[in-house]
């Protein structure tokens, strides 16, 4: 309603907003993977920022813009939380956007701190993580892990690469979440 408080890190003439950008090459959890170079994530962000603000900000407030680098190669439960509790209790943001975050201990810190969350990181996840996130998780980037799955392994039968019957082997990461969608 109107009269309701618009959130967390917004002012009448502000809003602020979290960016998470990698530091080094290597994917989250220290799985030994390694991913492309993504430059200079601290420039891109600032320079969206920029160009928002310029075009007026959001509903009329200028974006204020809060970088935290983060190493996801040496990533835990624990240093994930650490991160969102910078955003959120130091900082007050109304909106972080995540990349390389990939605990569902960080993303319930958000939640239960009222923080809008854009995963950018294009990790499909299962429709429970939406659903318990609601309504402050969005992923722009990738379709639910659920339907993702299920069309995959549907194409892979009509093109003739699984017969009738087939076992699938997936590496799938250690959550509950994501054990339940291959279970199923």
Known sequence: SASASPG???TADTVKIGVLTLAG???AGSGGFVV???????AQ??????SINAAGGIAGRQVELVVREFVSSTATPTTETAACTSFTQDDEVFAVLLLGQRTSAARSCYKKASTVMLDISQ???PVSTYESLAPY???PNARD??????AMVAELGSSG????????????EKEAAFEGVYTS
Do not use: E
């Open 8 to 10: 967390p890190g917004v």
């Open 25 to 27: 090459a290597n994917s």
């Open 36 to 42: 492309s170079p993504q430059g200079d994530t601290k």
């Open 45 to 50: 962000a600032k320079a969206v920022v920029d």
């Open 123 to 125: 990790a499909a996840q």
């Open 137 to 139: 998780y969005w992923t």
């Open 145 to 150: 892990l659920d339907s993702a799955t299920a």
């Open 161 to 172: 690469f699984l017969a009738s019957g087939s076992k699938v082997g997936v590496l799938v």
